[in-house]
């Protein structure tokens, strides 16, 4: 069974740093880009970055540089996000998720003609809270 597994939310308060794994289970994550996205209560789905599992480049989403970062780590079949500085509008539910990719290619954030991301599988998604 294809599975993503979101772990490491919580409460934390601003200015603190938490870091999300992503761990998939019944499938390598080679040649798959993986990125994160999060949802505030009565927002969009908004793109955070992504990761090329294989080949090892990053995109991330302008107003995410500087404070998160995505890392793999190919021997436990997990991506991570690390998030620095963290400010209550930071505060949502962080979704990993997945779809192939070549090798050489750069990882999107783009959404397709039905108004939804292009990735295929999503995980269950972890809530991040960043109060006083």
């Known amino acids: 069974q294809l599975q993503l597994v979101e772990t490491g939310g919580g409460l934390v308060q601003p200015g603190g740093s938490l870091r999300l794994s992503c761990a998939a289970s019944?499938?390598?994550?080679?040649?798959?880009?993986i990125a994160w996205f999060r949802q505030a209560p009565g927002k969009d789905r908004e793109g955070v970055g992504c990761?090329?599992?294989?080949?090892?480049?990053?995109n991330y989403v302008d107003a995410m540089k500087g404070r998160f970062t995505i890392s793999v780590d190919k021997a436990k079949n997990t991506v991570y996000l690390q998030m620095n500085n963290l400010k209550p509008e930071d505060t949502a539910v962080y979704y990993c998720?997945?779809?192939?990719?070549?090798?050489?290619?750069?990882?999107?954030?783009?959404?397709?003609?039905?108004?939804?991301?292009?990735?295929?599988?999503w995980g269950q998604g972890t809530q991040v809270t960043v109060s006083l």
């Open positions: 998720a997945t779809r192939g990719i070549a090798l050489s290619s750069p990882c999107i954030l783009e959404l397709g003609a039905s108004g939804l991301y292009t990735y295929d599988y």
């Open positions: 019944g499938f390598a994550l080679d040649y798959n880009a």
């Open positions: 990761v090329n599992f294989s080949g090892g480049t990053t």
